[in-house]
């Protein structure tokens, strides 16, 4: 493992001075991690020529991440995904959110975690933790919370991410990263050719916009079933009422890990010929195929484009604080909340 380095990552409106932390193995990987908004910058892989490729969309700079719009390397809290009517309600008592996504909320916006400077309290040449101090009411939330994140690279060119919480009130802790990914390059269009497999065979479908019904359909027979592996784009334009609400990919999917740390997911780019392996303990994942972004201008003057990359969020499901058969987003004062996901990286065979 080479030596972390540490250089200035540009200014943002309010005069701060985020830093931008490179760590690379011997292998030949590197990822960039940002103390603005504890934000995954980059991931730089070898392709079956050895030759590296960026397989991250991304900024040139902290004021790319803070005017940018689509989420791109976020850590998003305190909860992930939709909540109905951008309410929740815990012990009887209602909590009203911001409506930031018509009359729901998204990702415990607009005060975003991703446009805030966290702190870094433990570095070494493999990890990097940044601390979030979150008070009683932040994002409308009740509890005062400080939340860790910690990425790590190690030598076989797994990224773990590890996320930690305390609230000292009952409070929603569900939190994910919101990476995009193209395994041939952030630079090279569309990811419909990319395979994905997926460990589920549930998804929870929404609504028209996007708020799970509190279903839990078998993906049998329908455009969601990818449990054998296939193209992303080989279904995705079906007519399928969820695929039409979502405009595309944009769902939940029920992962049959059972809470265990498992690989739930694979991604393959024929071109490159990188994989992409998911671990996670989390119940579920929504796959996003970038069906909203346009002319986002990111890094190198790339411009990002609809399904030119693809997340992979781990994640409770979403709206789960108003569904019962779901698993619950809600931790009790005091009680540790731990989420653990990982990408580890390989050359198809």
């Known amino acids: 493992m080479e030596k972390l380095q540490i250089q200035k990552f540009g200014i943002t409106k309010d005069g701060s001075k985020p830093y931008l932390y490179k760590m690379k193995n011997d292998a030949g990987m590197e990822v960039q991690v940002s103390d603005f908004g504890?934000?995954?910058?980059?991931?730089?892989?070898?392709?079956?020529?050895?030759?590296?490729?960026?397989?991250?969309?991304?900024?040139?700079?902290?004021?790319?991440?803070?005017n940018g719009t689509a989420a791109i390397g976020?850590?998003?809290?305190?909860?992930?995904?939709?909540?109905?009517?951008?309410?929740?309600?815990?012990?009887?008592?209602?909590?009203?959110?911001?409506?930031?996504?018509?009359?729901?909320?998204?990702h415990s916006g607009p005060d975003v975690y991703?446009?805030?400077?966290?702190?870094?309290?433990?570095?070494?040449?493999?990890?990097?933790?940044?601390l979030l101090h979150s008070p009683d009411g932040d994002q409308g939330y009740p509890g005062t919370a400080d939340i860790y994140v910690t990425y790590s690279l190690d030598k076989d060119d797994k990224l773990d991410i590890f996320y930690e919480a305390l609230s000292d009130k009952d409070t929603?802790?569900?939190?994910?990263?919101?990476?995009?990914?193209?395994?041939?390059?952030?630079?090279?269009g569309s990811v419909l050719q990319h395979t994905l497999t997926l460990e589920a065979d549930y998804f929870t479908p929404g609504?028209?916009?996007?708020?799970?019904?509190?279903?839990?359909?078998?993906?049998?027979?329908?455009?969601?079933?990818?449990?054998?592996?296939?193209?992303?784009?080989?279904?995705?334009?079906?007519?399928?009422?969820?695929l039409r609400f979502g405009n595309g990919y944009d769902h939940n999917w029920v992962l049959k890990n059972k809470g265990n740390f498992e690989k739930v997911a694979e991604l393959m780019a024929e071109e490159s010929g990188i994989v992409m392996e998911t671990y996670t303990d989390?119940?579920?994942?929504?796959?996003?195929?970038?069906?909203?972004?346009?002319?986002?201008?990111?890094?190198?003057?790339?411009?990002?484009?609809k399904r030119s990359a693809v997340c992979l969020e781990t994640q409770c499901y979403p709206d789960a604080v108003h569904h019962e058969n779901f698993p619950s987003p809600v931790y009790r004062a005091g009680e540790k909340y731990t989420a653990h996901t990982a990408f580890r990286f390989l050359i198809k065979k």
């Open 114 to 130: 991703q446009k805030r400077m966290w702190r870094v309290v433990e570095n070494g040449d493999d990890h990097v933790t940044f």
């Open 74 to 106: 976020a850590i998003v809290g305190r909860n992930a995904n939709r909540i109905g009517g951008a309410c929740v309600t815990i012990n009887g008592i209602d909590y009203k959110l911001a409506e930031n996504d018509g009359k729901n909320n998204l």
């Open 282 to 305: 989390r119940p579920g994942m929504q796959i996003y195929t970038a069906n909203f972004v346009e002319n986002e201008v990111g890094k190198e003057g790339v411009v990002y484009g």
């Open 38 to 66: 504890a934000t995954l910058v980059n991931v730089t892989v070898l392709d079956q020529d050895k030759n590296p490729v960026e397989v991250v969309l991304g900024y040139e700079d902290a004021a790319g991440y803070e």
């Open 207 to 242: 609504d028209a916009q996007s708020i799970p019904t509190g279903e839990i359909l078998p993906v049998e027979n329908t455009p969601m079933d990818f449990r054998e592996g296939r193209k992303i784009g080989e279904r995705i334009e079906e007519e399928y009422e969820p």
């Open 172 to 188: 929603i802790l569900n939190m994910t990263n919101h990476s995009y990914f193209n395994l041939d390059g952030h630079n090279s």
